[in-house]
Nanobody
Framework: QVQLVESGGGLVQAGGSLRLSCAAS????????MGWFRQAPGKEREFVAG????????VYVDSVKGRFTISRDNAKNTGYLQMNSLKPEDTAVYYC??????????????????WGQGTQVTVSS
């Protein structure tokens, strides 16, 4: 079992930066692929970024490439999403997710087994 807790969200002006953290409990986190998703009001939850168990493989949705960076520190059982050059369209609740020890990088929501409660990111214009 893995429990995930996000933090680091908030209100920022367009062009600003935020770093989200995802603290995990449970020993399998270091063997789990991890991802970040987001959900804006009235929209479906969408994939943002994913990383494999070692951090050696990452994948991003096109709209955040070059602006967001996903990373992890398995020694701290924590994942991160560094968000730079934020835009108003990045406003959403951001969720971190982990699989059950499959180790892979995935952009597919169904491949993730554990989810955090979400953290709000609001970008003002």
């Amino acid at each position: 079992q893995v429990q995930l807790v996000e933090s680091g969200g908030g209100l920022v002006q367009a062009g600003g930066s935020l770093r989200l953290s995802c603290a995990a409990s449970g020993r399998i986190f270091s063997n789990s692929g991890m991802g970040w998703f987001r959900q804006a009001p009235g929209k479906e939850r969408e994939f943002v970024a994913g990383i494999n168990w070692s951090g050696g493989s990452t994948v991003y949705v096109d709209s955040v490439k070059g602006r967001f960076t996903i990373s992890r520190d398995n020694a701290k059982n924590t994942g991160y999403l560094q968000m730079n050059s934020l835009k108003p369209e990045d406003t959403a609740v951001y969720y971190c997710a982990a699989d059950r020890g499959v180790r892979r990088t995935s952009a597919t929501r169904i491949n993730y087994d554990y989810w955090g409660q979400g953290t709000q990111v609001t970008v003002s214009s």
